[in-house]
């Protein structure tokens, strides 16, 4: 296996309030991108990542999906309480998109409008739905992805990690094979590259670290409008 990752405050924004987890020894990659006023944002991120990654290797009960599950509710509750210790953390969360490589597998959970792609014998996938309001039109057929990059409603999140004590948190598994590429990332990535972009630079680059200062690099190109983070891993 192996795996690269690099995040960016981008050209706009003051700070960066990305967070990511590489950690190849056991096989976990994650994302998060937060959200709230007086650097509230970047803490909630920081503490859902950490304490995901506490509890899941703290406790070893149970099948896999159940221990990342478990995880990320309990990243949940860390973020929540944390919101409501102080006025300036008061309503701040994160988006959570989460990869654990146990074996053969792949298990993840995802809320908020970072995401998870699959490239695979060339192909390139969408694992997650986005969880915000233009993600809703989009599969409802209200608007084209086109519209909902223009939309000036496209960083209103339905969902989000630590802003209510239950979070809805996606889950699911599935099967890896040699070669498959996961890439995640938050909103400043896809937001300004699409798709088949995104796939012809996983295709040309067979070094992780070139693909993701290629992806970097191309979304400040396109105007850098806000924090950058790319997490690419190999499967072999």
């Given at each position: 296996?192996q795996a690269e990752a690099l995040?960016?405050?981008?050209?706009?924004?003051?700070?960066?309030?990305?967070?990511?987890?590489?950690?190849?020894?056991?096989?976990?990659f994650a994302v998060a991108d937060?959200?709230?006023?007086?650097?509230?944002?970047?803490?909630?991120?920081?503490?859902?990542?950490?304490?995901?990654?506490?509890?899941?290797?703290?406790?070893?009960?149970?099948?896999?999906?159940?221990?990342?599950?478990?995880?990320?509710?309990?990243?949940?509750?860390?973020?929540?309480?944390?919101?409501?210790?102080?006025?300036?953390?008061?309503?701040?969360?994160?988006?959570?998109?989460?990869?654990?490589?146990?074996?053969?597998?792949?298990?993840?959970?995802?809320?908020?409008?970072?995401?998870?792609?699959?490239f695979r014998n060339g192909q390139?996938?969408?694992?997650?739905?986005?969880?915000?309001?233009?993600?809703?039109?989009?599969?409802?057929?209200?608007?084209?992805?086109?519209?909902?990059?223009?939309?000036?409603?496209?960083?209103?999140?339905?969902?989000?990690?630590?802003?209510?004590?239950?979070?809805?948190?996606?889950?699911?598994?599935?099967?890896?094979?040699?070669?498959?590429?996961?890439?995640?990332?938050?909103?400043?990535?896809?937001?300004?590259?699409?798709?088949?972009?995104?796939?012809?630079?996983?295709?040309?680059?067979?070094?992780?670290?070139?693909?993701?200062?290629?992806?970097?690099?191309?979304?400040?190109?396109?105007?850098?409008?806000?924090?950058?983070?790319?997490?690419?891993?190999?499967?072999?």
């Open positions: 296996m995040s960016h405050t981008g050209l706009v924004r003051p700070g960066n309030e990305d967070y990511y987890i590489v950690n190849m020894e056991k096989g976990l937060g959200m709230g006023g007086h650097q509230a944002g970047e803490i909630a991120s920081h503490l859902a990542l950490e304490a995901l990654a506490e509890k899941l290797f703290s406790d070893s009960s149970g099948d896999p999906l159940s221990r990342i599950l478990a995880a990320s509710t309990f990243a949940n509750e860390v973020v929540y309480r944390s919101s409501l210790s102080s006025q300036d953390r008061n309503g701040m969360g994160t988006t959570l998109t989460v990869f654990w490589v146990n074996g053969n597998k792949g298990y993840l959970t995802h809320i908020g409008d970072s995401r998870a792609y699959l390139l996938k969408v694992l997650t739905n986005d969880h915000s309001y233009v993600g809703e039109l989009v599969r409802n057929g209200e608007i084209t992805i086109e519209e909902a990059r223009q939309h000036p409603y496209r960083n209103i999140l339905t969902r989000a990690l630590g802003t209510n004590s239950v979070a809805e948190i996606d889950t699911w598994e599935m099967d890896l094979f040699e070669g498959d590429c996961l890439l995640l990332c938050t909103d400043g990535l896809y937001e300004v590259i699409e798709d088949d972009e995104l796939a012809m630079i996983l295709s040309r680059y067979q070094d992780l670290a070139k693909a993701t200062r290629e992806l970097i690099n191309l979304a400040l190109a396109r105007g850098g409008p806000d924090n950058i983070t790319v997490v690419l891993v190999r499967y072999e």
